[in-house]
């Protein structure tokens, strides 16, 4: 009998088998190449969409490129159908089509909705998390997508003497991979960050309107908040030892903390004495008694003082606010733009 020498070819890390030419069953390596060469080449596309996403731009505004992506898929499925089975046996070819209609569902069906979800994600921290946790299962599917194909690889290998050695990946996997383990990272730190952001929006609002009453409810939720927040990301580990993402999280969130316990309180008491201020005047003008019209000029003047006072510390905060804002996001485009390349 004629002796088979087995071959080597690589199995990659996130992806698909790309096999060698070499002697082995005769036609297995032709074969499994037809099959899987134009699975891998749409890795590139993907490798665009997910870096597209981690570069802050959204679902929404790369659109195009999801839209881009399912036809390519597309195109790749109808041919595969069309491929036979090796020596009567089409294992290979159903799980690779298994994995290209997973992958198509993702695209056209869950990221639709993620598309949708971006439009909103702001409006609340709960419609920010479904977002970032919509995008985490679909990421998780096609993982376990990735899953079948390696399974069905190593059994046609197996059964046709190839040997698959287990290596760190080609560039576009190891920058697959990396690009999502980021975005994990950043999504966690994010989401710490973004429920204070969001909640000190509200008691501004309610600044603005003047209502104590949201404002002393706004204020507890932010400092409530704000301390959890500050737990969490002391728990939280670097990435890859930069701490950079987390510290600036850190540095808002102190902020953030600062307002709640003291410069709200602040606005509180000044609305309450404005308050007080209307009650006197209409005293002193019903009486007229010298007593009571001093006790008013003597309150227009501390409020008067206060008011200088607060505008100041308003002022204040309104810059540390824009300078902090504008650090967060020029340190998550670089910390995202660093280690997704």
């Known amino acids: 009998m004629k002796s088979i020498l087995p071959i ?20 297995s390596v032709e074969y499994m190449s037809d099959l899987v060469t134009p699975i891998e080449e749409t890795k590139a596309a ?34 595969l159908k069309k491929k036979k089975g090796f020596d009567g046996k089409e294992a290979l070819k159903n799980s690779l089509t298994e994995f290209l209609n997973i992958k198509l569902a993702v695209l056209e069906e869950d990221y639709e909705k993620i598309v949708n979800m971006d439009k909103i994600k702001e409006q609340s921290y709960d419609a920010m998390e479904a977002y970032i946790r919509a995008q985490e299962a679909a990421n998780e599917k096609l993982d376990g997508a990735f899953e079948i194909v390696k399974k069905a690889q190593n059994e046609f290998a197996t059964k046709h003497s190839i040997i698959l050695e287990q290596r760190e990946g080609d560039e576009i996997d190891k920058k697959i991979a990396k690009a999502s383990k980021v975005l994990s990272h950043f999504n966690e730190v994010y989401l710490i960050f973004f429920r204070s952001y969001l ?17 002393e409810q706004g204020r ?7 301390k959890e927040g500050l737990k969490k990301l002391e728990t939280l580990e670097d990435y890859e030892k930069d ?23 602040k606005q509180i008491d000044f609305l309450l004495s ?40 308003t002022q204040s905060s309104n810059n540390n606010r824009e300078k902090l804002l504008d ?12 280690h997704s390349e």
Not at 46 to 74: D, P
């Open 46 to 79: 993907t490798l665009k969409y997910l870096q597209s996403i981690t570069k802050g731009r959204g679902a929404a505004r790369v659109e195009s490129k999801r839209k881009a992506l399912v036809t390519e898929t597309k195109a790749v499925l109808t041919d």
């Open 8 to 27: 080597t070819i690589f199995v990659f890390m996130v992806g698909l088998v790309l096999p060698m030419t070499a002697q082995t069953t005769p036609g």
């Open 243 to 265: 701490s950079s993402l987390k510290d600036l999280a850190k540095n808002l969130l102190e902020f953030y903390l600062k307002e709640a316990e003291g410069d709200f309180t």
């Open 327 to 338: 650090q967060w996001n020029k340190t998550s485009e670089k910390f995202l733009s660093t």
């Open 199 to 215: 909640q000190e929006g509200y008691v501004l609002e309610a600044l603005g309107s003047e209502d104590v009453a949201a404002i």
């Open 220 to 226: 507890n939720a932010l400092e409530s908040y704000a």
């Open 274 to 313: 404005q308050d007080d201020l209307v009650k006197l005047r209409k005293a002193a003008e019903k009486s007229r008694k010298k007593e009571e019209i001093n006790a008013y000029n003597e309150k227009v003047e501390a409020i008067n003082e206060e008011a200088d006072r607060l505008n100041k510390i």
